[in-house]
């Protein structure tokens, strides 16, 4: 008896002491893991998570994902789903001479958000059923339901798993929603905001947005792209209106003024090698000198 609550007494404590703290990044995004620790001298930093250790780069600069910060931060940077779950921050220190060093230990628990578009018909992957998943809900009006489950697999047979995705295999408007993923303890590990995206689109923007549909990737360069290829358009459009309205005396080479000269030269003998000539053969040219601008054209 005596034993038993010796016991519970002993995990009250281990838990009230190291509460996990909750940490959120978005994928692509970078999250910090602070480690808020002050000692006369932080000897080195260790960071593992529930399955391995991470190695830590001691700057940004290297070619890792994770990276020190300050004293005794960690950064980690480009985050996918699968970085979701428990890590632990290792902290070697020592606040006086001697050289044995202490250690202290701070917990985290990541939790990895995202927002996806996906256009009606289309596949829907999400790469969220790693080892530490054990159910996926989704939020239909406004209570969560069971998707899928480790050991029973999806409940519906417009789902599908390969690997570690869940796929959807046909997007419908009733598949958008909110999905979030639970580990075994019931924490969240993952939140994915699904919205379906307009369908009235047509014509060559529709082909290339299929693309992306069929990977059911995260649609995020769209936007950038599109907007990117209308200032181009745009920028066409004013080039073209531009040159159509520019005075005509503007215009280089005055061929049409030269008949004679015009006539000395061979078809394949373009204008734009007048530019590499000196300014004097430029004159002559004006003025319909043509031997001059033979020895010019013959540089
Ligand atoms: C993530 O960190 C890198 C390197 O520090 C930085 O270049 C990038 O802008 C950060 N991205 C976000 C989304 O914070
Ligand atoms: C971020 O990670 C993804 C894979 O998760 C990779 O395809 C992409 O190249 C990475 N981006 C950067 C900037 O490292
Ligand atoms: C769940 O869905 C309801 C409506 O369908 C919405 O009001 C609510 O904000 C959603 N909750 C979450 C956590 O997405
Ligand atoms: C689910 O996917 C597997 C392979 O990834 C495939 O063999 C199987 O036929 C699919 N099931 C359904 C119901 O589409």
């Given at each position: 008896?005596?034993?038993?609550?010796?016991?519970?007494?002993?995990?009250?404590?281990v838990f009230?002491?190291?509460?996990?703290?909750?940490v959120?990044?978005?994928t692509?995004?970078?999250?910090?893991?602070?480690?808020?620790?002050?000692?006369?001298r932080?000897?080195?930093?260790?960071?593992?998570?529930?399955?391995?250790?991470?190695?830590i780069?001691?700057t940004?600069?290297?070619?890792?994902?994770v990276?020190?910060?300050?004293?005794?931060?960690?950064?980690?940077?480009?985050?996918?789903?699968?970085?979701?779950?428990?890590?632990?921050?290792?902290?070697?220190?020592?606040?006086?001479?001697s050289?044995?060093?202490?250690?202290?230990?701070?917990?985290?628990?990541?939790?990895?958000?995202?927002?996806?578009?996906?256009?009606t018909?289309k596949?829907?992957?999400?790469?969220?059923l790693?080892?530490?998943?054990?159910?996926?809900?989704?939020?239909?009006?406004?209570?969560?339901?069971?998707?899928?489950?480790?050991?029973?697999?999806?409940?519906?047979?417009?789902?599908?798993?390969?690997d570690?995705?869940?796929?959807?295999?046909?997007?419908?408007?009733n598949?958008?929603g909110?999905y979030?993923?639970?580990?075994?303890?019931?924490?969240?590990?993952?939140?994915?905001?699904v919205?379906?995206?307009?369908?009235?689109?047509?014509?060559?923007l529709?082909?290339?947005?299929?693309?992306?549909?069929?990977?059911?990737?995260h649609?995020?360069?769209?936007?950038?792209?599109?907007v990117?290829?209308?200032?181009?358009?745009?920028l066409?459009?004013?080039?073209?209106?531009?040159?159509?309205?520019?005075?005509?005396?503007?215009?280089?080479?005055?061929v049409?003024?030269?008949?004679?000269?015009?006539?000395t030269?061979g078809?394949?003998?373009?204008?734009?090698?007048?530019?590499?000539?000196?300014?004097?053969?430029?004159?002559?040219?004006t003025?319909?000198?043509?031997?001059?601008i033979?020895?010019?054209l013959?540089?």
């Amino acid at each position: 008896m005596f034993k038993i609550f010796g016991l519970m007494l002993l995990f009250g404590l281990v838990f009230s002491g190291n509460k996990d703290i909750p940490v959120t990044g978005k994928t692509g995004g970078n999250v910090t893991l602070a480690c808020e620790f002050i000692a006369n001298r932080i000897v080195q930093v260790e960071l593992f998570s529930e399955s391995k250790d991470i190695d830590i780069c001691e700057t940004e600069e290297c070619s890792g994902r994770v990276f020190k910060k300050a004293a005794c931060d960690v950064v980690i940077k480009n985050l996918s789903f699968s970085d979701a779950g428990k890590y632990t921050l290792r902290v070697f220190y020592n606040n006086d001479q001697s050289n044995v060093a202490q250690q202290k230990d701070r917990i985290y628990q990541l939790h990895i958000h995202d927002e996806i578009t996906v256009k009606t018909g289309k596949p829907l992957k999400m790469h969220v059923l790693m080892s530490i998943a054990n159910k996926v809900e989704k939020n239909s009006s406004g209570e969560w339901t069971e998707v899928w489950k480790r050991g029973h697999g999806v409940w519906s047979d417009r789902m599908n798993v390969s690997d570690e995705n869940l796929i959807i295999k046909a997007f419908t408007d009733n598949d958008a929603g909110t999905y979030r993923v639970l580990n075994s303890e019931g924490e969240i590990l993952i939140t994915v905001t699904v919205t379906e995206s307009g369908t009235q689109s047509s014509g060559k923007l529709d082909t290339d947005k299929d693309k992306t549909g069929d990977t059911g990737e995260h649609n995020h360069w769209i936007l950038p792209v599109g907007v990117c290829s209308g200032i181009l358009v745009v920028l066409a459009v004013i080039a073209v209106i531009m040159w159509r309205c520019w005075p005509r005396s503007y215009r280089p080479a005055p061929v049409q003024e030269n008949p004679e000269s015009r006539a000395t030269r061979g078809v394949g003998e373009p204008l734009m090698i007048l530019p590499e000539c000196d300014e004097t053969a430029q004159e002559h040219w004006t003025r319909g000198d043509t031997t001059v601008i033979r020895n010019c054209l013959q540089h």
